[in-house]
């Protein structure tokens, strides 16, 4: 008798993320992508109609966190194991996940092969899966250190062009380097306004809060002026009818073209 194939419904607003999740998925025998979720209220929709027997799901999505997603699973019945994706490694928040019920999490970049791994894992509702918590809330940052600081900017450079961020605007320079030690140093993310912002403004002679107003002003200039088509691609800003779209914020913004430029890079898996 063929086994039962492990039902994942994905949840990330970084649709290319997204779409290379859905291309490894597609070619493991012994799983299936049902859906895919950008928002945190599409994720729970999904959940109820396709009942699935896993969810991984990203922290920071939009309209309603990873964390309101999982209460919401609380009040679902045979709700799905789930598996945590962020981009922020912080102690408090994964061992609320924990007692939310997530069976595991994973630090953005993470290795393709490991999430399938525990897709499979923990894939299976009644299966068995690891209980000693060394293994199960193990997580997997992936370093970037073969990669010159010259072919990080060409990648930075080459995705600001196509989005269209100022480069004439004082914060251009802030930004590119802020997201390229976030490639480089991927704990510095915890917390940017102690410790990325003020790394960016000794080497400018700066202040951490005049990078933080640059940076800032940059990113809306972009969104308001740039590319608004590629920027809503890329960032998942797409608003519901009636809602204003709004341009991601510095720390969402420096996360997700980290992410992207490791992804492109392959530096991931």
């Not at 951490?208 to 940059?218: K, L």
Request: proline share 4%; hydrophobic share 40%.
């Amino acid at each position: 008798m063929e086994e039962k194939r492990i039902r994942v419904v994905l949840a990330d607003n970084n649709r290319e993320l997204c779409s290379i999740l859905a291309e490894h998925i597609g070619m493991q025998e012994d799983m299936e992508l049902v859906a895919i979720a950008y928002d945190g209220l599409q994720a729970v929709e999904l959940i109820k109609e396709y009942k699935p027997d896993l969810l991984i799901l990203d922290i920071t999505m939009p309209y309603l966190d990873g964390i309101g997603v999982m209460e919401r699973l609380a009040e679902i019945p045979d709700a799905p194991q789930v598996i945590v994706l962020t981009a922020f490694e912080q102690e408090s928040m994964v061992q609320r996940l924990i007692a939310m019920g997530a069976v595991y999490y994973m630090v953005k970049p993470f290795d393709i092969k490991t999430l399938l791994e525990r897709i499979r894992q923990f894939g299976h509702q009644n299966g068995d899966y690891i209980k000693d918590s060394s293994h199960k809330y193990k997580a997997l940052p992936v370093q970037s250190k073969g990669t010159s600081r010259h072919q990080l900017e060409l990648e930075v450079t080459k995705i600001f062009h196509e989005i269209g961020i100022p480069a004439h605007f004082r914060g251009y320079a802030y930004l590119r380097d802020a997201i390229i030690l976030a490639i480089q140093e991927e704990d510095i993310l915890g917390n940017i306004t102690k410790n990325l912002y003020p790394r960016i403004a000794e080497k400018y002679n700066s202040t951490a809060s005049g990078v933080e107003s640059a940076i800032r002003h940059t990113i809306e200039i972009g969104w308001e002026r740039g590319n608004i088509e590629s920027f809503k691609k890329m960032f998942g800003t797409e608003s519901p009818q009636g809602v204003s779209a709004r341009f991601p914020t510095a720390a969402s913004f420096i996360a997700k073209m980290a992410d992207r430029i490791r992804l492109q890079l392959k530096l991931s898996y």
